[in-house]
């Protein structure tokens, strides 16, 4: 005797009379549109202009868009800079502004409502061992990297809050902002303090819709820092603790300062943006 099988047939599924109606009314989802990138109609500062990482800022600014203002205290270098940015048909001007003259500082950005975006580039180093350090080194270590940029900052937020308008600080940190280094014990501290400025400057400037966040680089291949790499023991010492196994370039440092810059970035402050070729990733 065969075993028996049993196969339901499948009604066929009643229409549903309410369906059209519960169709009309589901919302329609639209997809997020992606932030833009572009700087046009915003106006930007950067310090420390005239060479280097700081003129290449500026020129990604410009090509993103926005209408630069270089400044340092060297007149004819920024010039130069804004001249060539300008004959490549983008926005461009130079002032000439010792960040660390705080009265004049104070009163430079009497059009500071008009900027949109602070790049807080102007900084130096003097490295030598800590028994070594001499005090005006260090005074002058930290009125460049700590005092002008905190006071610079100042005057940009200031008018931007009695515009009541938005903007974008970046501080020009370091990976020296998170780990430490023989031989640069006063740059170290001074980076370690402006990342716990940008903190607390996120916090208090949040209302006002102005964000505050620092780019950490590595070392970044300039004619400031050739002399250094020229040590082979300190060549060797670098390339061993930067996991892509290269110096950094300034091309690697432009889309982040685009990025922090742009609406791309709008939930973003209070931030240090890791530039570090994987540095501090294990220390």
């Not at 997809?31 to 106006?43: Q, V």
């Not at 926005?91 to 949109?116: G, H, K, M, N």
């Not at 600080?169 to 980076?191: E, F, L």
Request: hydrophobic share 40%.
């Amino acid at each position: 005797m065969g075993t028996a099988t049993f196969s339901p047939t499948p009604r066929p599924r009643e229409a549903d009379p309410h369906a059209s109606r519960r169709l009309s009314k589901a919302p329609v989802m639209n997809p997020p549109t992606t932030p833009s990138s572009s700087l046009h109609g915003r106006r930007a500062l950067v310090t420390g202009a005239g060479r280097g990482l700081g003129a290449a800022i500026a020129a990604a600014l410009a090509e993103a868009g926005a209408e630069v203002v270089l400044a340092a205290r060297s007149g004819s270098e920024v010039a130069a800079v804004a001249e060539e940015l300008r004959l490549k048909g983008l926005r461009a001007d130079s002032i000439v502004l010792d960040v660390t003259d705080l009265a004049r500082t104070q009163r430079q950005p009497e059009d500071a409502e008009l900027f949109d975006i602070l790049v807080n580039n102007a900084g130096t180093n003097r490295p030598g061992p800590f028994t070594e350090t001499r005090l005006e080194d260090f005074d002058d270590v930290f009125a460049l990297n700590v005092r002008a940029a905190f006071f610079v900052a100042q005057a940009f937020e200031r008018g931007l809050i009695t515009y009541d308008r938005p903007g974008s600080i970046i501080n020009v940190s370091s990976q020296m902002g998170h780990v430490g280094a023989a031989g640069r014990t006063v740059y170290c501290a001074t980076k370690h303090a402006l990342e716990g400025i940008t903190k607390a400057m996120a916090a208090e400037l949040g209302p006002y819709r102005i964000r505050v966040n620092t780019i950490c680089p590595t070392f970044i291949e300039t004619p400031l820092t050739k002399p250094f790499f020229e040590d082979e023991g300190f060549r060797e010492f670098v390339l061993g603790k930067i996991k892509l196994g290269r110096f950094g370039r300034p091309g690697d440092v432009l889309g982040a300062v685009v990025f922090l810059a742009s609406d791309a970035s709008a939930l973003m402050t209070g931030s240090a943006l890791m530039l570090d070729g994987g540095w501090t990733s294990t220390s």
